[in-house]
């Protein structure tokens, strides 16, 4: 029953509107995982609050960051990528079980932001959604958009004909 919702609600976007929606619901994701509230100069998640709650915190995090890397799935990103996401979340739920410190080291690492860079990142490169323009014209409430490990590569300008209904890239 529960994977017949998820096939019906969830699937492959097939419209470039339909690709900026997921993108944004991914973006959304990160933010409030990562990163929706500053706390003495530092961004502050969901996902670091509820790890204060022992080992349920910890998997509540988990199950948030899993859907995201789902919704990043219908994609159809490469395997070698979503091992990388998979990865990121493994990292952060197994630090975040350390009592105290895997908490507060929990603040300082951003799965969710480095997931959301991962898939950027195959996105322009797919030329998929023009990442840039969508996050110029749907900026956070908070004014800064989620940063990732890897800067150089998506400060990039956009991929050429990315957006512009043109398929020769001019």
Not at 44 to 59: C, N, Q, T, Y
Not at 109 to 135: A, F, G
Request: contains cysteine; hydrophobic residues 40%; neutral net charge.
């Amino acid at each position: 029953m529960i994977m017949e919702y998820i096939k019906s609600y969830h699937r492959e976007p097939r419209t470039e509107d339909e690709r900026e929606k997921l993108y944004g619901r991914i973006r959304t994701i990160a933010y409030w995982l990562d990163s929706f509230a500053t706390v003495g100069g530092l961004h502050v998640g969901l996902e670091a609050i509820v790890g204060f709650i022992p080992v349920i915190g910890d998997f509540l995090g988990l199950f948030a960051s899993l859907y995201q890397v789902f919704l990043c799935y219908l994609f159809g990103i490469p395997m070698h990528l979503m091992l990388l996401m998979l990865a990121n979340v493994l990292i952060d739920f197994v630090v975040g079980l350390v009592p105290w410190i895997g908490d507060i080291l929990d603040v300082f690492y951003k799965s969710n932001q480095y997931n959301l860079t991962i898939l950027s990142n195959w996105l322009v490169e797919n030329r998929l959604v023009d990442v840039h323009r969508y996050n110029r014209e749907h900026p956070l409430s908070n004014g800064m958009e989620p940063e990732g490990r890897n800067r150089s590569r998506s400060s990039r300008a956009p991929a050429a004909g990315v957006g512009t209904g043109s398929s020769r890239g001019y």
